[in-house]
C-alpha cells in the first residue's frame, strides 16, 4: 500500500451493507468538525463552534503579505493587497453556511467520505468587497462564462493533484443578488486561519463548497471550467459514470435546539413530562422560509410551527418554534422546513453517489421519563 492514493476520478467509494465507519473517514470527522446543535440557540454561531471544512490542510497565511490577483478575460489584471480590498466600500451579510455533505453518513448505502450527520452548519457575519466592484474595475471582456477561483491549500484528491478551485457563472458572481463578497472580516474580527484567512469567497445560499477559502486568485475565462471540484467532485449522480447535474444552492432545512438534556453515549434525548418548548432554525438557498412543521410521533402527523425573526435578513437562517406536551415513553421528533418555491424536506432519503444535498428530515429520538418509575 505504501504509495498508493486513492483512484483516479471516480466518484466517492460507496461503504458496503455492514461496514462501519473507518478511520479514514474518522480522521476526517476529527478535523472537519461539526457545529454542535445545541449551538443553534445563537443568531450568529460563536468562534469556534461554526462547523469547519477543508479537503487538505489549512495553509499557513499572512495577511501582511497576502496578494490577491484578478486576470484572464479582463481589460486590466489587479493585484490586491489585504489594505486594498479594504479600501473599497465595505458590506456585511449574516449568512447560513452549510456543507453540501450534510447529512451524507445518514444515507444507506454510505457514501465513503467526510461523514456528517447533520450537523455540518453555521452562521456568521462576514464583511467585504462586493465582488461584482472588483469586476467592474478590471472590466469583464465579452465572451467571458465562468469566474474560477483558487485557494492556496493543495492536495490530490482520488488521483489528481490540485490546487483547491471552484468557479461561479459569470451572471452569479456579477449578480448582486446574492452579494457575492471576497471577504476579509468574519463576525467583526480577522478571518480565522481554519476560515480561509485571509481572504475568502462567500456566495450567499450557495453550498459550502463554492465559498472558496484562502482565496489567492481570480480568473474570469471565456471557456466553462472544468476543474475537479466541478466536473468530479459536486455533481450529483446515480451511477459512477454519470455526468451528473452540479450542486448548487442549499436545500431546505429545519433542524431542532436538542430538547431536555443528553445521555452520554446514545446522544438520545432525555426530557420531563409536560410542556416542552420545542425550538430551531430552518434555512434554504432558494427562497425565503415560509414554513416550518414539527412531527412528534416519527413523521405521522404534522404541526406549523411559528416562524420568529424578520424576513430583513434573507441569508441567515430563521428561528422557529412551538410547544409540545411530552407523555412518558420514547418519541421521534422532527421538523420540516418550506421556502417560498414550495421545495421542501422529503421524508424518503434524497440518494446520490457524493451524498450531496441529502436534506431528507432529521430525526430526533426522545425519552421522557415517567416520574412514576421513581426518576
Ligand atoms: N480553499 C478551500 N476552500 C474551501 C474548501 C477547501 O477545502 N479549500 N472547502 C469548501 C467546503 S467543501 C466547505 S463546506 C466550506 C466550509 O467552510 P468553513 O470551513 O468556513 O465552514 O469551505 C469551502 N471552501
Ligand atoms: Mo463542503
Redesign the pocket.
Known amino acids: 500500500m505504501g504509495h498508493r492514493l486513492d483512484d483516479v476520478s471516480g466518484p466517492a467509494r460507496l461503504a458496503g451493507p455492514e461496514e462501519g465507519v473507518s478511520q479514514e473517514e474518522l480522521a476526517l470527522a476529527a478535523r472537519?468538525h461539526g457545529m454542535p446543535l445545541e449551538a443553534l440557540r445563537y443568531d450568529v454561531t460563536p468562534p469556534g463552534l461554526?462547523?469547519?471544512?477543508?479537503?487538505?490542510d489549512i495553509?499557513y497565511t499572512a495577511s501582511s503579505s497576502w496578494q490577491l490577483t484578478l486576470g484572464g478575460r479582463v481589460r486590466r489584471s489587479l493585484l490586491l493587497a489585504i489594505a486594498d480590498l479594504k479600501a473599497y466600500p465595505a458590506v456585511t451579510q449574516r449568512v447560513t453556511?452549510?456543507?453540501?455533505?450534510n447529512g451524507r453518513a445518514l444515507l444507506t448505502p454510505r457514501p465513503v467520505s467526510?461523514p456528517w450527520l447533520v450537523e455540518?452548519v453555521?452562521t456568521?457575519e462576514w464583511t467585504g468587497v462586493p465582488l461584482r466592484m472588483l469586476l467592474a474595475e478590471a472590466g469583464v471582456e465579452p465572451g467571458a462564462v465562468d469566474v474560477v477561483f483558487?485557494?492556496?491549500?493543495h492536495?490530490v484528491e482520488r488521483g489528481v493533484e490540485q490546487?483547491?478551485?471552484?468557479a461561479l457563472p459569470l451572471d452569479v458572481a456579477m449578480g448582486g443578488e446574492p452579494e457575492v463578497l471576497v471577504a476579509y472580516g468574519m463576525n467583526g474580527a480577522p478571518l480565522p486561519p481554519?476560515?480561509?484567512h485571509p481572504v475568502?469567497?462567500v456566495v450567499p445560499g450557495w453550498?459550502?463548497?463554492?465559498?472558496?477559502?484562502?482565496?489567492c486568485d481570480i480568473t474570469v475565462s471565456d471557456t466553462p471550467f472544468t476543474g475537479f471540484?466541478q466536473a468530479v467532485a459536486?455533481r450529483l449522480r446515480q451511477g459512477a459514470g454519470d455526468e451528473g447535474e452540479p450542486v448548487t444552492r442549499i436545500a431546505p432545512r429545519a433542524l431542532l435546539i436538542p430538547p431536555g438534556f443528553p445521555d452520554f453515549m446514545s446522544r438520545t434525548r432525555v426530557v420531563r413530562p409536560g410542556t416542552v418548548a420545542l425550538e430551531g432554525r430552518a434555512w434554504s438557498g432558494h427562497a425565503p422560509v415560509t414554513g416550518v412543521e414539527v412531527s412528534w410521533d416519527a413523521g405521522r402527523s404534522w404541526s406549523a410551527a411559528h416562524l420568529d425573526g424578520g424576513s430583513g435578513l434573507r441569508w441567515a437562517w430563521r428561528p422557529w418554534h412551538l410547544d409540545w406536551t411530552a407523555t412518558p415513553g420514547h418519541h421521534v421528533l422532527s421538523a420540516r422546513a418550506t421556502d417560498a418555491e414550495g421545495h421542501t424536506q422529503p421524508l424518503e432519503q434524497p440518494w446520490n453517489r457524493g451524498g450531496f444535498v441529502n436534506n431528507l428530515v432529521q430525526r430526533v429520538p426522545v425519552l421522557c421519563l415517567d416520574p412514576d418509575d421513581g426518576t
Open positions: 472537519n461554526h462547523y469547519v471544512l477543508t479537503h487538505y495553509p453556511l452549510e456543507c453540501a455533505g467526510q455540518a453555521g456568521a483558487t485557494g492556496a491549500d492536495g490546487d483547491y478551485q471552484r481554519q476560515h480561509g475568502r469567497l453550498y459550502g463548497m463554492a465559498h472558496v477559502k484562502w482565496l471540484q459536486y
